[in-house]
């Protein structure tokens, strides 16, 4: 540390007899050069940097002590949540800017939420991972489940996967345990859609009108993995049932892509629901054909428990 100072102070005299330094600027580089941090830097580095470039590197040490001194005081102009860092490269000093663990912490979150889209479901869906459910007896096997669907997923993403269809009462957690398979298998990268579909109906409804049934349609039958949310929660039109989902689960049935449902209807009490229409019209064989590429794209799971909400 010694000998970087007392070199550094002769090689400022003579910089500053040739370029005729202001003795503010002396002052200042003194000032700069003396930090500790900037000291224990260029004795890390004697041997990459040679003088003449220590001396040239002022500017980037003066940002580097500036900034580093915003960052203390958490008002750093330059890049907030980064903090600044000397480092030798072709023989010059240079800064940079690192992330800190929070930033990072931050990004990493953001990425895994940015591989989950969501269609009018709430705020807080998958925030937490299926590691971070507790596990209850009537929820075991099912989270048992989902792993497994994880884990054949994540062998062969291309191949086809049976998803669940996962039903029981109200408010015991079913959305819930969805997004957090989804949330794991976000932080493993890979996509998927939830979609509350009821408000999706309503939605579809209104989409007529600026003719953007098509282009919705297409956003949530082509994602690799999709959750339809509260199937069967209110009367279905027969356009919704027929065209709408009807249409979405022929082409994931074709496609074989891995498709999830959460009910509070069983698959039989679906069937009957959908077979009903808002005109109070029967068609059974309409309602049967949407189960059958229901039973084809999941498994029925019943889930129990105690209501949650309150
Ligand atoms: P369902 O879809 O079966 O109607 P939800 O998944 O919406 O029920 O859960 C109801 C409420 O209980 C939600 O507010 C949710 O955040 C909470 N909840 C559900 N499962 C859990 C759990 N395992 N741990 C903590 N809170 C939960
Ligand atoms: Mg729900």
Known sequence: MEIVEINLSEQMKREIE???????????????????????????????????????????????????????????????????????????????????????????????????????????IARISLSDLEYTSEREVIIEKAYEFIENYIKNPHAFHEGMYLYGSFGIGKTYLMGAMVYELAKLGYESVLVHFPTFAVDMKQAIGDNSVGDKVDAVKNTEILILDDIGADSMSSWIRDDILGVILQYRMQNEKATFFTSNFSMKELERHLSITQRGEEEPLKAKRIMERVRFLSEEVYMEGPNRRY
């Open 18 to 124: 040739r370029r005729g330094l202001s003795d503010e600027l002396l002052a200042l580089m003194k000032e700069d050069f003396s930090d500790p941090d900037v000291q224990a830097f260029l004795e890390e580095n004697k041997e990459e940097l040679p003088r003449k470039n220590i001396i040239r590197g002022h500017a980037k040490v003066h940002e580097f002590v500036t900034e580093k001194e915003n960052f203390k005081n958490n008002s750093s102009k330059i890049a907030k949540g980064y903090y600044p860092k000397l480092i030798a490269r072709n023989n010059h000093i240079d800064l940079t800017y690192v992330p800190t663990e929070e930033t990072k912490e931050y990004q990493k979150e953001k990425a895994i939420q940015s591989r989950i889209h969501s269609f009018h479901m709430p705020k807080d």
